[in-house]
């Protein structure tokens, strides 16, 4: 069943898993210069539908659905610590996929990462939501630049069509009520934003048991790059989320560390 998920399958003996979901508009190989394994972590890229090999099958119009089908497929690798990331978008989508899983009665997550976007009774935000396709086209272009591609014109038309569709699922996200995760969640910040000023990320606050806030050295992307301070924080988060939930501690504080 995770065979069209994930871009590969995990190892039996990783200690923990970390899946990264794509960032709006992109598939799983966005993360290639990602290394495949951290502090014992295996980082495993999520491929969504819509996208890249999967790019003929529909994407769902809600994040609750596309949550709930990303957490079906994921349940059988779920038996050991594991935890999310997401980056703008899909930080939502990390976010709503633990919710699924908490709501199911799953093994939940060790801890939830979540990067530069506005706690989901705050959104949605962005300047992509207000642009047309021209403008958009320009985006994508760059973003693939960004990431290594060359922006072949029917490729970045593809692209285009994945962003688009990305967008309108981002703009229909409006949770009724708002659900506190059972276990850690971080906030994660960057300095240089200019897409999601630092501040913007404190109502974070309330989404984790407990939260916390970090503020990073780097701008919007950066995070392709996969810097040591965000694998640090993956190491520490899982190791820490894993020692909460087998302490069976609870609570709630927000830690903003610049």
């Given amino acids: ?6 871009t590969r399958a995990p190892l039996a003996e990783s200690a ?10 992109c598939g799983a190989s966005m993360y290639r210069s990602w290394p495949r394994f951290v502090g014992g972590i295996e980082l495993c890229p999520v491929q969504l539908p819509g996208r890249e090999n999967r790019m003929r099958e529909p994407v769902p119009d809600t994040y609750e659905e596309l949550a709930a089908a990303v957490a079906a497929a994921l349940r059988p690798e779920l038996d050991r610590p594991y935890g999310f990331f997401g980056h703008c978008g899909s930080a939502l989508l990390a976010y709503q996929t633990a919710v699924e899983l908490q709501r199911t009665g799953a093994h939940r997550p060790a801890h939830v990462f979540v990067s530069s976007q506005v706690a989901p009774d705050e959104g949605p935000c962005g300047r992509f939501l207000g642009m047309g396709r021209d403008a958009l086209r320009t985006e994508v272009a760059e973003l693939m630049r960004r990431t290594g591609s ?5 490729l970045v038309e593809l692209c285009l069509d994945v962003l688009t569709t990305d967008l309108a699922v981002n703009r229909r996200y409006r949770p009724e009520t708002r659900t506190v995760l059972d276990g850690p969640l971080t906030a994660i910040a960057w300095t240089d934003d200019a897409e999601v000023e630092p501040w ?4 974070w606050e309330r989404y ?13 992307h950066t995070f392709l790059d996969a810097p040591a301070r965000l694998l640090d924080l993956f190491v520490t988060g899982l190791v820490a989320g894993s020692e909460l939930e087998n302490a069976g501690l609870a609570g709630s504080e927000m830690e903003t560390i610049g």
Avoid: N, Q
């Avoid at 923990?16 to 508009?25: E, I, N, T």
């Avoid at 984790?208 to 919007?220: A, E, F, N, W």
């Fill in 1 to 6: 069943m995770t065979g069209k998920w994930l």
């Fill in 16 to 25: 923990a898993l970390l899946f990264c979901l794509p960032y709006s508009g």
């Fill in 150 to 154: 060359t922006p072949v014109p029917d």
């Fill in 200 to 203: 913007r990320t404190e109502g």
């Fill in 208 to 220: 984790g048991t407990p939260s916390r806030r970090i503020v990073l050295d780097g701008g919007h």
